[in-house]
T-cell receptor
Framework: GAGVSQSPRYKVTKRGQDVALRCDPI?????LYWYRQALGQGPEFLTYFNYEAQQDKSGLPNDRFSAERPEGSISTLTIQRTEQRDSAMYRC????????????FGQGTRLTVV | AQRVTQPEKLLSVFKGAPVELKCNYS??????LFWYVQYSRQRLQLLLRHISRESIKGFTADLNKGETSFHLKKPFAQEEDSAMYYCALTSEYGNKLVFGAGTILRVKS
């Protein structure tokens, strides 16, 4: 594909359910980032990968949130036991190598927890 | 702590008028500053970064370390500039972007 692909685009889930959000970065991009954006706010950093290694997960809000990138390409952000406050736009980005090179964003996944 | 402040939620100007989107930052070091833009129904994309010193789509931004500002300017606004604009920073060797809350620019005909 031409750009970063995220799926699903929209997800409605019931409180207490687990969700998995997928990010397919641009081929060959080493770095992958996850951000969360609440309504009326800018994107907020969650976690960052270099190849398959999770280099920084300081932005994950609590232990219900986890992310992986097992083969250094596709990444999954998992939220366990979802709560209403998890409702947000989840954005993924990738870059050739760190932020010295341009970060390209996906369309985002709109998560609604009811 | 790193912080980016965009004081205006909405900026509305007429076509052909000058535009200035304000951005102030807080960072104890040498940050890299960026402007990202999101047009309607499109993904967030990089507009410009201060180290490039480029003019993109007629927009420029100068880093003022004394005032800790990185305001985005364009001398003559066009209707197609209507979008959400985010100012962001990262540390010199960092790998996370810190975004402001964003400013909606509306260019009226």
């Amino acid at each position: 594909g031409a750009g970063v692909s995220q799926s699903p685009r929209y997800k409605v889930t019931k409180r207490g359910q687990d969700v998995a959000l997928r990010c397919d970065p641009i081929s060959g991009h080493v770095s992958l980032y996850w951000y969360r954006q609440a309504l009326g706010q800018g994107p907020e950093f969650l976690t960052y990968f270099n190849y398959e290694a999770q280099q920084d997960k300081s932005g994950l809000p609590n232990d219900r949130f986890s992310a992986e990138r097992p083969e250094g390409s596709i990444s999954t952000l998992t939220i366990q036991r979802t709560e209403q406050r998890d409702s947000a736009m989840y954005r993924c980005a990738s870059s050739l190598r760190d932020l010295k090179t341009e970060a390209f964003f996906g369309q985002g996944t709109r998560l609604t927890v009811v | 702590a790193q912080r980016v402040t965009q004081p205006e939620k909405l900026l509305s100007v007429f076509k052909g008028a000058p535009v200035e989107l304000k951005c102030n930052y807080s960072y104890s070091g040498s940050p890299e500053l960026f402007w990202y833009v999101q047009y309607s129904r499109q993904r967030l994309q990089l507009l410009l970064r201060h180290i490039s010193r480029e003019s993109i789509k007629g927009f420029t931004a100068d880093l003022n370390k004394g005032e800790t500002s990185f305001h985005l300017k364009k001398p003559f606004a066009q209707e197609e500039d209507s979008a959400m604009y985010y100012c962001a920073l990262t540390s010199e060797y960092g790998n996370k972007l810190v975004f402001g809350a964003g400013t909606i620019l509306r260019v009226k005909s």
